[in-house]
């Protein structure tokens, strides 16, 4: 089995910065990719940031310029720095990754985190 756990969300005020930690944990035989995902309340859930196997990434025209995700020093995680953040930032950030469990494995499965919320409010 593999899990996400995402962790770092909290109330800031506008114009602050979080950094969301996204660690990936159980039968891991590669991750393909790593993205974070956020959902605010009447809307669709909506694709932030994307980091691939080899080291690029992504960006929603919404968030560019002001979140950075970069892998961190612990295997398997995926850290997404969130600065400049505005009142629309506010909504639950998942994270999901594209993992092959082994390497028998015929394809890789999309898992997801539990969510973590993030509220950018004065």
């Known amino acids: 089995q593999v899990q996400l756990v995402e962790s770092g969300g909290g109330l800031v005020q506008p114009g602050g910065s979080l950094r969301l930690s996204c660690e990936a944990s159980g039968s891991i035989f590669s991750i393909y990719a790593t993205n974070w995902y956020r959902q605010a309340p009447g809307k669709q859930r909506e694709l932030v940031a994307v980091?691939?196997?080899?080291?690029?990434?992504s960006y929603a025209d919404s968030v560019k310029g002001r979140f950075t995700i970069a892998r961190g020093g612990a295997p398997n995680t995926v850290h997404l720095q969130m600065n400049s953040l505005k009142p629309e930032d506010t909504a639950v950030y998942y994270c999901?990754?594209?993992?092959?469990?082994?390497?028998?494995?015929?394809?890789?499965?999309?898992?997801w985190g539990q969510g973590t919320q993030v509220t950018v409010a004065s």
């Open positions: 980091i691939t196997k080899s080291g690029n990434s």
């Open positions: 999901n990754a594209v993992i092959r469990t082994s390497v028998t494995a015929t394809r890789p499965f999309n898992y």
